[in-house]
T-cell receptor
Framework: NAGVTQTPKFRVLKTGQSMTLLCAQD?????MYWYRQDPGMGLRLIHY???????AKGEVPDGYNVSRLKKQNFLLGLESAAPSQTSVYFC?????????????FGPGTRLTVL | QKEVEQDPGPLSVPEGAIVSLNCTYS??????FMWYRQYSRKGPELLMY????GNKEDGRFTAQVDKSSKYISLFIRDSQPSDSATYLC?????????FGPGTRLSVLP
């Protein structure tokens, strides 16, 4: 099992450019999440999905869009990148939502917006 | 007041020391208390969890929750250089979950 994988690992964008981050999981999990992690801020939830074809907003959704067309994939899009979106992005998945259920994280994508 | 707060550190200790990592939270509805460990340039991974108040031990690690004071602790006995990482507390209930900013720990050989 590969667990949770993220593509790409690193990316540098110019302000205004767009890009899509891909997350894939092979654990048949229903729930998937996108977080950003910034120094001193911890992990902040951007969007999440409770199943194929569903998405919901998290704490910091502005400037991002997501899609979950297949159960195993969760895409995060930046339509017009801004320097404030420079961050490390983590995808995670879980079998259930909350409780004692573990979230399994990918290795992260380091994004720099110039 | 932030929903979850942790001392950011860095906390540096000698190998073999007992480490105490602490977390405070404001939402009294939280029922489950997770600790995640994150190595440098890696994603977080679940270390252990507790439900409601009390202690839970797993090897060298002990998690303690005091719901009356909204205080969570993680103790590491006989700390090792391999314990050097950032530790994130993550309380939750149902669909309401949040991660603390993490405490960076360095265990020096």
């Amino acid at each position: 099992n590969a667990g949770v994988t993220q593509t790409p690992k690193f990316r540098v964008l110019k302000t205004g450019q767009s890009m899509t981050l891909l997350c894939a999981q092979d654990m048949n999990h229903e729930y998937m999440y996108w977080y950003r992690q910034d120094p001193g801020m911890g992990l902040r939830l951007i969007h999440y999905s409770v199943g194929e074809g569903t998405t919901a907003k998290g704490e910091v959704p502005d400037g991002y869009n997501v899609s979950r067309l297949k159960k195993q994939n969760f895409l995060l899009g930046l339509e017009s990148a801004a320097p404030s979106q420079t961050s490390v992005y983590f995808c995670a998945s879980s079998y259930r939502l909350g409780g004692t259920d573990t979230q399994y994280f990918g290795p992260g994508t380091r994004l720099t917006v110039l | 007041q932030k929903e979850v707060e942790q001392d950011p550190g860095p906390l540096s200790v000698p190998e073999g020391a007992i480490v105490s990592l602490n977390c405070t939270y404001s939402n009294s509805a939280f029922q489950y208390f997770m600790w995640y460990r994150q190595y440098s340039r890696k994603g977080p991974e679940l270390l252990m969890y507790t439900y409601s108040s009390g202690n839970k031990e797993d090897g060298r690690f002990t998690a303690q929750v005091d719901k009356s004071s909204k205080y969570i602790s993680l103790f590491i006995r006989d700390s090792q250089p391999s314990d050097s990482a950032t530790y994130l507390c993550a309380p939750n209930y149902g669909q309401n979950f949040v991660f603390g900013p993490g405490t960076r720990l360095s265990v020096l050989p």
